[in-house]
């Protein structure tokens, strides 16, 4: 089992920054990928960010050039540096790990963090 726990989220003013960050504990040397994904109201999930085991990351279209995911092996952290943010980012953001186990992908996720764009 692996446990996700948010933290860094709040209301910023359009242009503002926030860093979120998710800490992992349990069996995190199980894990692949750790991932940011968000949902506005009345939208479904989508995926922010994700950085793999071999810090590979890939980016939604929309936040390229504006957000930063990183990870920390060393304190089982991943890390979302969100800036230039705009009204349209706002939504519950998710922290997401998977691990391969018994041939199938395995998602934990954490409780969710409000971040609110607005003036």
């Not at 085991?53 to 929309?62: F, L, P, R």
């Not at 980012?89 to 409000?114: F, L, P």
């Amino acid at each position: 089992q692996i446990q996700l726990v948010e933290s860094g989220g709040g209301l910023v003013q359009p242009g503002g920054s926030l860093t979120l960050t998710c800490t992992a504990s349990g069996s995190v040397s199980t894990i692949y990928s750790l991932a940011w994904y968000r949902q506005a109201p009345g939208k479904e999930r989508e995926l922010v960010a994700v950085i793999s085991i071999g810090n590979t990351t890939k980016y939604e279209d929309s936040v390229k050039g504006r957000f930063t995911i990183s990870r920390d092996n060393a304190k089982n952290m991943v890390s979302l540096q969100m800036n230039s943010l705009k009204p349209e980012d706002t939504a519950v953001y998710y922290c997401n790990a998977a691990r391969w186990s018994e041939r199938k992908w395995i998602d934990y996720w954490g409780q969710g963090t409000q971040v609110t764009v607005s003036s």
